[in-house]
């Protein structure tokens, strides 16, 4: 297959996908909605199709399949339950498949970041919020997306641009298994670089490159936590002293 | 059998063996600490304790078992029934999770057979930070189990267990940085066999001060007194767990003893060198039988600890939950910081690493003595009873 064809099927199913979910979001008649959702999934699976699939033995394979099932169909299940409760469960079920993910492409502290940041203490405010503020269960405005196109072209847009991604790395560097593999030119920007060869998996290789490779990102982002902190506080309202 | 085995890969039956032999034990020693519990708290209140059933009453845990199986499950009306049924689960299960990387014995030693491990998964190199992740996760046994039994109080009582688990796991993880950072490790079999040279290499000698704040804000983790306003006997009814009975009940508290064991091993190995004890188990130690006799040593300083936890059960009285708040974010929470920034000095000035206990107990005293000045202020400055009608009246 010719570079731009592979070029054109990856974006032709994600417009296909996009505009699948754009029908099956909005207002519509429920035959639409379910062709919407049809397109949707096809659209998806072509696009990712064009990958080939993952290398590694059986093992592996099937550990692949199960975890990448796992989050995708809580994904799923994610954004058409209807209870918000439930919603957030499958949001931390999604967030446990893609830590397995991690911990298959050897990044075991990213695993156990992600999950105690995000399934240990994001989603646990959210079952808070939504337990305090809708002892009712369910609300109309939960199961109706008011402005579908826009998180639609946004979502998709940044999916167009990570496989793009994936299909340039894929192009410049094919690893000798198959599998697609990163080059320092393709993940530099301009404050950082990744070194070559550096030792992963470990938890001292990724204090070295965090503090080391990436320090200007992480202080960037360090500062930004702390200004947002310093703002929250700020723009709290202000109580009178004593009262709750 | 050999030509059977050669088909079945080795580390897998060791894995299942061993994982077999966790849940097995596990769950049969926490009948029998129940049991010891209950007697530990009628000799401390000068009572008997269970006594009727078997000789001094040592079937008492099989009963309590039957009783838990053969009573009434109750579901109340309207309530979630996946969730209801599903966070006892989820509670247990998560806390049996974190036990796959906590050794049980000298790891990676010659002379025992083939199918015996000491560690459920080996080569975790993030050993500590996925208990912590897996432990986190049992907050939602707490939350969904209150909120799905669709009762105010329990929703409400669900709402404080957890917000008090949330609040303990932050001077928790950050009371391990410093050991951490001074084994330039996570993993927690290496973290033990930096402290098998001598008794003095304990990490509880140059680390008191992180070893206090971690033991305390494990115990709240656990829901164990003197922080178990969550489901506090006496004056809430349950809490998070009011609707729950028999095995769905039962399963909460597995869960909760299953997390005190856990916690024992975590101090013990952590801070009290594990299966280390001079003359008697040492790395060198060659004599017949020697790993039997690190278990040994392990499994008597877990005991210890927890006899220690059940013993503060029945000495400390329980916190009010302001008084709660205000220890893990006021108190523990900067203490554990201090202690992180102490380690972090000694080891880039390279200082000799003794330097750390004195500095661990200024800042406890330090922290005393401030907390006692700012009640001494809050009193002087308390308002007049006049003051406080006069406040209210307007």
Request: aromatic share 12%.
């Amino acid at each position: 297959m010719s570079e731009s064809a592979a070029q054109n099927i990856l974006f032709g199913s994600l417009v296909a996908g996009a505009i699948g979910m754009w029908l099956a979001a909005s207002q519509r008649a429920a035959g639409l909605r379910l062709l919407g959702s049809i397109l949707a999934s096809a659209g998806l699976i072509a696009a990712v199709t064009t990958f080939g699939n993952p290398a590694g033995d059986l093992t592996d394979k099937i550990l692949f399949w199960m975890f990448t099932g796992s989050a995708l169909l809580s994904a799923v299940m994610m954004v058409t339950s209807r209870s918000p409760v439930y919603a957030a469960l499958w949001f931390a079920l999604a967030t446990l498949g893609a830590c397995g993910l991690f911990m298959m492409q050897s990044a075991p502290f990213l695993a156990a970041a992600t999950i105690i940041v995000y399934a240990g203490a994001i989603i646990v405010t959210f079952l808070f919020v939504i337990m305090l503020a809708q002892q009712q269960g369910r609300v109309f405005y939960d199961y109706r997306s008011r402005t579908p196109i826009m998180s639609i072209v946004a979502s998709w847009l940044m999916l167009a641009a990570l496989l793009w991604n994936f299909q340039e790395w894929q192009k410049k560097a094919p690893a000798a298994d198959g599998g697609p593999a990163l080059t320092a030119a393709a993940a530099s920007n301009p404050f950082s670089e990744p070194k070559e060869n550096s030792p992963y998996g470990s938890l001292r290789s990724l204090g070295l490159s965090l503090f080391g490779d990436y320090l200007y990102a992480v202080e960037i982002a360090g500062t930004l936590l702390l200004v947002a902190g310093i703002g929250a506080i700020a723009i709290a309202p202000r109580r009178a002293e004593g009262t709750l | 059998m050999d030509a059977i085995l050669e088909y079945i890969p080795k580390e897998l039956i060791t894995t299942l063996v061993t994982i077999a032999v966790v849940v097995g034990v596990t769950l049969g020693v926490i009948s029998y600490l129940i049991l010891l519990e209950r007697k530990l708290s009628a000799w401390m209140q000068d009572r008997r304790g269970p006594n009727r059933v078997g000789p001094m009453g040592i079937f008492q845990p099989l009963a309590d078992g039957a009783k838990f199986l053969l009573k009434e499950e109750v579901t109340p009306a309207g309530a979630d029934k996946v969730l209801f049924y599903a966070a006892p689960g989820i509670g247990f299960m998560t806390t049996m999770l974190a036990f796959s990387v906590v050794p049980f014995g000298p790891v990676g030693v010659e002379g025992i057979p083939w199918f015996v491990r000491f560690l459920i998964a080996p080569d975790v190199n993030i050993g500590i930070v996925f208990i912590f992740a897996i432990t986190s996760l049992s907050v939602y046994g707490v939350i969904l189990g209150g909120w799905a039994s669709n009762n105010k109080y329990s929703a409400l009582g669900s709402l404080r267990a957890s917000a008090q688990v949330i609040s303990y796991e932050i001077p928790l993880g950050m009371s391990i940085l410093g050991i951490a950072l001074l084994g330039s490790t996570l993993d927690i079999n290496t973290l033990l066999m930096q402290q098998t040279g001598s008794f003095w290499d304990w990490y509880f000698w140059t680390q008191p001060l992180a070893c206090l704040i971690f033991f305390t804000s494990a115990l709240a983790e656990a829901n164990r007194l003197p922080f178990d306003l969550s489901e506090c006997e006496q004056e809430l009814v349950g809490g998070f767990h009011t609707e729950y009975s028999s095995m769905k009940f039962a399963l909460f508290f597995l869960g909760e003893y299953a997390h005190v064991i856990l916690t024992s091993f975590l101090t013990s190995i952590l801070f009290f060198g594990g299966w280390h004890f001079p003359w008697i188990a040492t790395p060198e130690s060659a004599y017949t039988g020697a790993w039997v006799v690190k278990i040994g040593v392990l499994l008597f300083k877990v005991g210890m600890v927890i006899v220690f936890i059940m013993l503060l059960r029945w000495t400390i009285p329980r916190f009010r939950f302001d008084q709660l708040m205000n220890l893990s974010w006021k108190a523990l929470i900067p203490l554990s910081l201090a202690n992180m920034v102490a380690v972090m000095t000694v080891l880039q000035f390279g200082w000799d690493r003794w330097w750390l206990t004195p500095i661990s107990l200024g800042l406890f005293a330090v922290a005393g003595l401030i907390s006692v000045a700012m009640k001494r202020a809050e009193i002087r400055h308390r308002p007049s009873a006049a003051e406080l009608a006069h406040q209210f009246a307007t």
